[in-house]
Nanobody
Framework: QVQLVESGGGLVQAGGSLRLSCAAS????????MGWFRQAPGKEREFVAA????????FYADSVKGRFTISRDNAKNTMYLQMNSLKPEDTAIYFC??????????????????WGQGTQVTVSS
């Protein structure tokens, strides 16, 4: 099991940028495929992006492709989500998640065994 803590959320105007971080502790971080999900009020949790354990493979939801970039630094046990050109519809709680295999079903919440508590991102129009 790995413990995950998100940070970097906040309030930003449309068109602005934020960088989220996900710090991991516990088992070896580099052995995990990692993902970002988000959940807006009244909606189901949805996939945002995922990255393989070496960072060679990345996956994005169509809604964020070209605007968000997922990355990881295994030496720092940390994953990042750089979010640019933010839109009001990006407003949600953002969660990081970890799984021990890769990569089929990367967009499914059920594919991930460990989750953080989330960080709020609010984009004003």
């Amino acid at each position: 099991q790995v413990q995950l803590v998100e940070s970097g959320g906040g309030l930003v105007q449309a068109g602005g940028s934020l960088r989220l971080s996900c710090a991991a502790s516990g088992r070896t971080f580099s052995g995990y495929t990692m993902g970002w999900f988000r959940q807006a009020p009244g909606k189901e949790r949805e996939f945002v992006a995922a990255i393989s354990w070496r960072g060679r493979d990345t996956f994005y939801a169509d809604s964020v492709k070209g605007r968000f970039t997922i990355s990881r630094d295994n030496a720092k046990n940390t994953m990042y989500l750089q979010m640019n050109s933010l839109k009001p519809e990006d407003t949600a709680i953002y969660f990081c998640a970890a799984r021990t295999d890769c990569c089929s079903g990367y967009q499914l919440t059920t594919s991930y065994g460990d989750w953080g508590q989330g960080t709020q991102v609010t984009v004003s129009s």
